[in-house]
């Protein structure tokens, strides 16, 4: 089966896509048209379908599956896709979702395992007992295992949160026994919890927006009271030592607040601090992998949106 972004000029496309943007125009001989953001679990191309009838404006839906007839061209530099047939996809088509949207390169069920094995090793009952019930949350654990870690940034991709998490994980086992100051518990808690929010923030895992109280809360202080009220279900106080530790690294954990990053409040212990260095590492790198992977086979440099700056190749 071939996607989306192994296509090249001038060659044909007949495949199923989702429709993850939509915007209306009207051209100088004044008929409609629609520019379209499509994709595949290979990424995404811009298309355009011209001579647009209200009927068919009206039958493509962001969020949608389509399946389109279109011819791959140059435009300023980039592919896109100028189409010539559409029509959206039914049931009888048996799209599977798994290839219409990136996803994680670890399967899902490794990376569950790996998440449970680490709650088990909690020595805290306290932190344990806090996992756990987040997790029992038949609609939680769902989103957990579906749910990327970002919209465009970092392991934007189908359970991109899931693998971002272990790889935290991952990453503090082995910086633990390094600095005995932090508190290995707590940094294993927040690599887990530290996101929790966002399973709010964001609106699906298909073709995720944020949501309302995601644009007017945040994933921060949402992640925060999701652990204050399953604490309060538990009969945990709110002023339990773990607790307030747990709350910190999770309400610190994009760096200083003088930054503008959106931390509540700025790292104030070991275990803070070192978490937002962890988080800081896993994203970029990730995100640095998403750019290399995208560039072309001539291209030696590329822009680097999480750095804010072109970066190479390498050598």
Same mark, same amino acid.
């Given at each position: 089966?071939?996607?989306?972004?192994?296509?090249?000029?001038?060659?044909?496309?007949? /495949?199923?896509?989702?429709?993850?943007?939509?915007?209306?125009?009207?051209?100088?001989?004044?008929?409609?048209?629609?520019?379209?953001?499509?994709?595949?679990?290979?990424?995404?191309?811009?298309?355009?379908?011209?001579? &647009?009838?209200?009927?068919?404006?009206?039958? $493509? #839906?962001?969020?949608?599956?389509?399946?389109?007839?279109?011819?791959?061209?140059?435009?300023?530099?980039?592919?896109?896709?100028?189409?010539?047939?559409?029509?959206?996809?039914?049931?009888? %088509?048996?799209?599977?979702?798994?290839?219409?949207?990136?996803?994680?390169?670890? +399967?899902?069920?490794?990376?569950?395992?790996?998440?449970?094995?680490? *709650?088990?090793?909690?020595?805290?009952?306290?932190?344990?007992?806090?996992?756990?019930?987040?997790?029992?949350? %038949?609609? &939680?654990?769902?989103? @957990?295992?579906?749910? +990327?870690?970002?919209?465009?940034?970092?392991?934007?991709?189908?359970?991109?949160?899931?693998?971002? $998490?272990?790889?935290?994980?991952?990453?503090?086992?082995?910086? &633990? +026994?390094?600095?005995?100051?932090? %508190?290995?518990?707590?940094?294993?808690? #927040?690599? *887990?919890?530290?996101? $929790?929010?966002?399973?709010?923030?964001?609106?699906?895992?298909?073709?995720?927006?944020?949501?309302?109280?995601?644009?007017? @809360?945040?994933?921060?202080?949402?992640?925060?009271?999701?652990?204050?009220?399953?604490?309060?279900?538990? %009969? @945990?106080?709110?002023?339990?030592?773990?607790?307030?530790?747990?709350?910190?690294? *999770?309400?610190?954990?994009?760096?200083?607040?003088?930054?503008?990053?959106?931390?509540?409040?700025?790292?104030?212990? +070991? #275990? /803070? &601090?070192?978490?937002?260095?962890?988080?800081? *590492?896993?994203?970029?790198?990730?995100?640095?992998?998403? #750019?290399?992977?995208?560039?072309?086979?001539?291209?030696?440099?590329?822009?680097?949106?999480?750095?804010?700056?072109?970066?190479?190749?390498?050598?």
């Amino acid at each position: 089966m071939k996607y989306l972004m192994e296509y090249q000029e001038g060659e044909r496309v007949v /495949a199923f896509c989702l429709v993850k943007n939509k915007e209306a125009g009207v051209a100088s001989n004044q008929s409609e048209y629609l520019n379209l953001e499509l994709g595949d679990r290979s990424g995404t191309l811009m298309a355009k379908l011209w001579d &647009v009838s209200a009927e068919m404006k009206e039958s $493509i #839906t962001v969020k949608g599956v389509v399946k389109i007839d279109a011819a791959v061209q140059m435009y300023r530099g980039k592919k896109q896709l100028v189409i010539q047939r559409v029509r959206p996809a039914s049931a009888s %088509d048996e799209v599977l979702m798994e290839s219409l949207i990136p996803v994680s390169p670890v +399967p899902v069920d490794e990376l569950w395992e790996k998440l449970e094995q680490t *709650i088990h090793s909690l020595q805290s009952q306290t932190l344990k007992a806090i996992i756990t019930e987040a997790l029992l949350n %038949d609609e &939680v654990r769902d989103r @957990i295992r579906h749910y +990327p870690a970002g919209v465009r940034m970092h392991h934007n991709y189908y359970h991109g949160l899931l693998e971002h $998490i272990v790889s935290l994980l991952t990453a503090a086992e082995r910086l &633990v +026994p390094l600095y005995p100051q932090v %508190d290995r518990d707590i940094l294993y808690a #927040t690599c *887990i919890l530290h996101d $929790i929010g966002k399973l709010y923030e964001l609106s699906d895992p298909v073709a995720p927006d944020y949501t309302t109280p995601g644009q007017l @809360i945040g994933h921060l202080v949402m992640g925060v009271e999701m652990v204050s009220g399953i604490c309060r279900k538990l %009969d @945990i106080p709110l002023g339990d030592a773990e607790v307030l530790h747990l709350k910190h690294c *999770i309400l610190s954990h994009h760096g200083e607040v003088e930054n503008g990053w959106g931390s509540a409040v700025s790292g104030k212990t +070991p #275990t /803070a &601090v070192l978490f937002h260095y962890l988080d800081q *590492i896993d994203s970029k790198m990730n995100a640095l992998g998403q #750019t290399l992977a995208d560039m072309g086979e001539d291209e030696e440099w590329a822009y680097a949106g999480v750095l804010r700056r072109k970066v190479c190749r390498g050598f």
